[in-house]
Nanobody, 124 residues
Framework: QLQLVESGGGLVQPGGSLTLSCAASGFTLDIYTIGWFRQAPGKEREGVSCISSSITDRSTYYADSVKGRFTISRDNAKNTVYLQMNSLKPEDTAVYYC???????????????WGQGTQVTVSS
């Protein structure tokens, strides 16, 4: 069974850092584009970042709201994708999801596999 599992969420003060992990079971992540999305209460789901498959050029995308603060990366040996989040702001508070798709892009409807989400709360 194909499964994605996020971890690493939690409560952090403004200006702090967290690293989210997206681990796969049942399939190999390195052939897929992996995206990170987030959804805050009362808001639509937002594409945060994605990284193309390892068999391509590992292109990355970042939403303007996180550019310069978040970094997406892969560890193929661990079958895991990470989202390093620095300089966190209260507006980063949301449930964060990872997802996998063929090809490259950030449109959520094109993603085939989704994790269950991990809560990130930025508050003093």
């Amino acid at each position: 069974q194909l499964q994605l599992v996020e971890s690493g969420g939690g409560l952090v003060q403004p200006g702090g850092s967290l690293t989210l992990s997206c681990a796969a079971s049942g399939f190999t992540l390195d052939i897929y584009t992996i995206g990170w999305f987030r959804q805050a209460p009362g808001k639509e789901r937002e594409g945060v970042s994605c990284i193309s498959s390892s068999i391509t050029d590992r292109s990355t995308y970042y939403a303007d709201s996180v550019k310069g603060r978040f970094t997406i990366s892969r560890d193929n040996a661990k079958n895991t994708v990470y989202l390093q989040m620095n300089s966190l702001k209260p507006e980063d508070t949301a449930v964060y999801y990872c997802a996998a798709r063929n090809n490259y892009g950030m449109r959520s409807s094109d993603y085939d596999y989704w994790g269950q989400g991990t809560q990130v709360t930025v508050s003093s």
